[in-house]
């Protein structure tokens, strides 16, 4: 059983059953939804970004210095970090897999922007999202991403979606709606709302609207999902 734990915005981690923790996008410092700082998160064994944005490559540097976890990115951006002293890196591209001791980790197609952190003026290419396969189970973090007809491709290979419904910068719920319809995943775990007032959205809601087609579980920061 892999455990996901939501920590606001586009953060979680999965504990896999081996003891293996793996965060994605860790925006902890200055996310007003963050229930944890940096620190908090004890032993981490992998970072998974999804692209450079400061929400979601967050405090990866800091937590990745003290844990000597390895960052699972794009080739631009684990370059990046490497030039800014974290040791382990694993380049991945979009399409590619790589099989971790823990399980396959696949990046998957998001159709956003490609800058790095805030200040730095340097861009990347395509961000990503991640499939992630743990202890049997398949989940998805869709990163940022519009609505992109290339979800279909995921279609009945996902347990638990990890999915953007705050509109503005990705997906509102609507189409996070019709994404649902493409993937088919059993469950849907919308993030990325909330955070700041343009992307306010009511969970409860997309929750109606998605209906039947996947359980839908609204977590709040700290709570966690047994996949
Ligand atoms: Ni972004
Ligand atoms: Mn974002």
Same mark, same amino acid.
Do not use: C, K
């Given at each position: 059983m892999a455990k996901i734990t939501f920590h606001g915005h586009a953060c979680f981690h999965i504990d896999a059953k081996d003891g293996t923790r793996i965060v994605i996008d860790p925006f902890l410092t200055g996310n007003p939804l963050a229930d944890v700082k940096p620190n908090d998160l004890g032993a981490v064994h992998y970072i998974l970004l999804t692209h450079g944005h400061g929400d979601h490559l967050g405090d990866t540097i800091a937590i990745a210095k003290r844990t000597g976890a390895t960052v699972i990115s794009t080739f631009e951006i684990v370059s990046f970090l490497q030039e800014k002293g974290v040791s382990k890196i694993h380049p991945l591209h979009i399409g590619g897999g790589y099989n971790f001791p823990f399980g396959r980790v696949k990046m998957t197609p998001a159709l956003h922007g490609g800058m790095i952190d805030g200040d730095t003026g340097k861009y990347t290419t395509v961000p990503g999202g991640f499939l992630v396969h743990v202890d049997g189970k398949a989940i998805y973090h =869709?990163? #940022?991403? =519009? %609505?992109? =007809? #290339?979800?279909? %491709?995921l279609a009945g290979q996902v347990d638990t979606a990890l999915l953007p419904i705050g509109d503005n910068f990705t997906m509102g719920p609507e189409d996070a709606v019709r994404a649902v319809e493409m993937i088919q995943p059993k469950v849907v775990i919308p993030m990325h709302?909330?955070?700041?007032d343009v992307i306010r959205q009511d969970p409860q809601a997309f929750a109606r609207r998605v209906g039947s087609q996947a359980k839908v579980v609204i977590l709040k920061p700290g709570e966690s999902y047994e996949a």
């Open positions: =869709a990163g #940022d991403t =519009a %609505l992109i =007809a #290339d979800m279909q %491709l709302y909330n955070t700041f």
